[in-house]
């Protein structure tokens, strides 16, 4: 009689410094989602109103506002470009596998296309008495928040869910 085993599962210990290290890294993420979260509130209040505009001679009247909206707006995002980075050079410090790196190129990818698409905007707004104005906005919103969304499944899905279970708790070989 012959058996076979489908299935073998290793535990490799973890040491406390790796820990601490993931637990960081995590409270990083954390901190980045938290960034994006508010990022994408202060703009769903900017695209929302836009989206009411019938024409970007209406806001002529509130261009203080808008100047003073892009500024802040500016501000969440640099918020979470500083936090981004904080978690990428973390992430290359405690990761030395090739599926981190496919996963940075990802988040890398999404974000370029996120600053571009931000761009843009910030441009809009140095015009917004111009027609186009709150539509042009509101599409690049869109996209904005596609991008973001895919990077935060990601970051969840990917790289939290690997820390928590593989990292924090053990790690698991099959």
Do not use: C
């Not at 990083?28 to 989602?33: I, K, P, T, W, Y």
């Not at 836009?50 to 969440?76: A, F, M, P, Q, T």
């Not at 496919?102 to 905007?121: C, G, H, M, P, Y």
């Amino acid at each position: 009689m012959q058996k076979t085993a489908l299935s073998v599962e290793f535990s490799v210990p973890v040491s406390e410094s790796e820990k601490k290290q993931a637990q960081l890294l995590r409270n990083e993420m954390d901190a980045l989602l938290e960034y994006m979260s508010e990022f994408h509130e202060f703009f769903d209040i900017l695209a929302e109103s836009l989206g009411e505009v019938e024409s970007g001679k209406e806001l002529i009247s509130i261009g203080n506002l808008i100047v003073k909206y892009k500024y802040k707006l500016r501000d969440h995002f640099n918020n979470v470009i500083r936090q981004l980075s904080k978690v990428l050079l973390e992430s290359k410090r405690l990761f030395s596998e090739t599926k981190t790196d496919q996963i940075q190129e990802t988040i890398k990818a999404n974000f370029s296309e996120i600053r571009l698409a931000f761009i843009d905007v910030i441009h809009f707004m140095e015009d917004y008495s111009s027609d186009d104005f709150p539509s042009k906005t509101v599409e690049k919103y869109e996209l904005i928040n596609k991008y973001m969304s895919q990077v935060e499944i990601v970051l969840r899905d990917e790289w939290m869910a690997h820390i928590d279970k593989n990292i924090l708790t053990k790690v698991k070989l099959s």
